[in-house]
Structure formats: C-alpha cells, structure tokens
C-alpha cells in the first residue's frame, strides 16, 4: 500500500464512516386493494377526491300522503283525496279520501273514507266508513252512518247501521233507527227510535217459534 493509500485509510478512520447498510427488500402490498402495514403505518385509501370517508346512502321512508285544510279555509266542490285528509276548515260539498278522514272543522256534505274520526266537528250529511267511525262528544252529526264498527259519544239525528259493534258512550244522543251487529249502551246514552241487534236475532227468534 502507497502513501497516498495510506492517507485515505487513515482519513476514513478518523471520520468514522461507517459500513454501508444492506439493501431493504421492498414491502409487499396486497394485490385487492386492501389496507395493509407499510413500512410501519397503515393507510387508508380515501373513498372519493375530498378525501371524505363514504358512507351508505340514508333510505328515508316515504311522506305520508295526507291534506291538510287549515281552520279558516273554506272550499265549494266536491273533494276526493287518494291519501288521508284532516279538515280542520269547512267544505261545501262531499270528501271522500281513500285512507283516514279526521274532521274537526264543518262538513256541509256526505264524507267517505277507510275510517272516520269526527273530533269537535260538525257533518250535515252522511257519513261512510269501510271501517271504524268514532265521533266524539263535542260533534254534532245531521245524517245517517254507516259503518264497520262505530263508537259515539256525541249528538246524531240520523239512522246509524253498523255490521259489527256499536258502542254508545255516557253523552251520545241519537235520535233515529239503530241496526247493529251488538250494542253497548252505557248510562246516560239517550236515543229515540227503533234498535235492532242482529248478531242474535235468529236464536232470539227460536226461543218464541212453536213446536
């Protein structure tokens, strides 16, 4: 080994250069994409270009379909509705609604529905329900109703038929013809006219019919 050889050994030395470090394999990344350790930290893939986590879209339930008539408005015509309707206004004419019909307001015609709830209102017509009809004691009904079941507690000049039960609460006056499948009367109901219960009335016939 030369002088110059030498030197540089020695130069090397007293710097303290240190032996080159092995060559790192490179890391292995999964081929699906998936999140994986790199290099000691694990990273995330963002779900779109702002860098916003993804997340499933909300599925709300559909509005209920309902109309509304607010109190103060008043409608001429006859109104047909697919989804239910609250009248809390007045109609001079018939509502018939495909669902639910709440009338809290004054119904100068017939009113039809799925069932019928009449909450302090006034009817001057008939009523039809495929359903239940409930009429509470503050109402007033002028016409006839026809329904499924039927609970009354207010005021009906009309004749009532219900196929199955009716129910005539403490402060239900009725004056006209009653037809029922069963009837309930409790104390203090009032009503003038002709009632017929029909669930029974052939076994009732059998006890008077002569050998």
């Known amino acids: 080994m030369g002088l110059r050889d030498n030197f540089r050994q020695a130069a090397r030395e007293l710097m303290g250069t240190e032996a080159e470090a092995p060559a790192r394999e490179p890391a292995e990344y999964p081929e699906d994409g998936s999140q994986e350790e790199r290099g000691g930290y694990r990273t995330e893939e963002p779900a779109d270009e702002g860098g916003a986590p993804t997340e499933p879209p909300i599925e709300l339930p559909p509005a209920p379909e309902r109309t509304y008539i607010a109190a103060g408005a008043h409608i001429e015509g006859n109104m047909t509705a697919e989804g239910g ?66 609970e009354l507690d207010g005021k009906v000049k009309g004749d009532l038929a219900v196929e199955q039960e009716l ?23 009032v009503f003038q006219g002709q009632v017929r219960v029909q669930e029974r009335s052939e076994e009732i016939a059998d006890l008077f019919r002569e050998d």
Do not use: C, F, Y
């Open 85 to 150: 309707v609250e009248l809390d206004g007045s109609i001079k004419g018939s509502l018939t609604s495909r669902s639910a019909l709440l009338v809290r307001g004054v119904l100068d015609g017939d009113g039809a529905g799925d069932s019928i709830r009449v909450l302090g209102g006034r009817v001057n017509g008939n009523l039809k329900a495929m359903g239940a009809v409930s009429v509470d004691s503050a109402s007033v009904i002028i016409g006839d109703i026809g329904a499924q079941s039927l």
């Open 167 to 189: 129910t005539l609460g403490e402060h239900a006056v009725v004056w006209g013809d009653i037809t029922a499948g069963t009837a309930e009367v409790r104390s203090g109901a």
